[in-house]
């Protein structure tokens, strides 16, 4: 399956974008009265999905409450073509993978990646996303690489990859939360200097604030920390692994996960990603 790759991609999705930047109960897993086929393995699965919905575009709330983002919708086609129902268990980000293991829930697509750690409990489909590493910084800090962090405060996601990096940085503070969400307004004042994501996600907060920008870093510098693509993650030894790859691969192929790129991270970023690839 094709992925969405790094540094290359993200410099020139920056100069396309120069102008405009001056996710319930106990899991079920229970079967109705439908029966499963071959083009749908999963009909009358009634599974529970886990969902930290704090990390636009891929799930956040709107306004009115509803979950919504990439990764929503990309359920919303696996669903449509395995056949199975689902429902959303939002959660903190630290305890998603605790809901596999606990049995709380049946599967997660929120924006997770695979790693070594995580892969003795949980087992995880192909990878959907590459995430580009970006620092979010205010426009005059001169902040322009990880090299210049030495000796600021870096917010990042608790119990992310992005906090693992932070921490190689040296001569850095990393400070974690919950939710990354709450540390965006500090960024610039006395208690945080810049922070560490994806940058899909740092272009939706530059968009809200305009004091901002980001900056890319080298794949060089990520390489075994932060180049793990996001991928479905479901219970140890699942029989879903094989089911939901095809279905990743079948939705690559009829073009339904660049449709949904285009909508959730824009057509000019999306053209970007897949010029940088060919």
Known sequence: MRKLKGFVALTLVMSLMAVSLTGCGGS?????????????????KKLVMAVNAEYAPFESKNE????EGFDVDLNQALADKLGYTFELDDMDFTGLIGSITSKRCD????????????????????????????????????IESSADLKGKKIGVTLGTEFESFSKTIKGAKTITYESIATSIPLIGTSEL?????????????????DNLTYKAVPMNEIKGVLDNPYCIVLPKN??????????????????????LQIKWFGKEYTDALK????
């Open 28 to 44: 079920s897993g229970k079967k109705d009265t439908a029966a499963a086929t071959d083009s749908n393995p999963l009909k009358g």
């Open 64 to 67: 009115s409450g509803t979950i």
């Open 107 to 142: 599967y997660i697509i929120s924006a997770l990646s695979s790693n070594e750690k995580r892969k003795k409990v949980v087992d995880f489909s192909q990878g959907y996303y590459t995430p580009v590493t970006v620092i979010l910084c205010p426009k005059e800090s001169g």
């Open 193 to 209: 200097d810049a922070c560490i994501m994806d940058s899909s996600n740092a272009f939706e907060y530059c968009k809200k604030y």
């Open 238 to 259: 699942s029989e879903y692994v094989d089911i939901f790859n095809k279905a990743l691969d079948e939705l690559e192929a009829d073009g339904t996960m660049e449709k």
């Open 275 to 278: 010029a940088a690839e060919e």
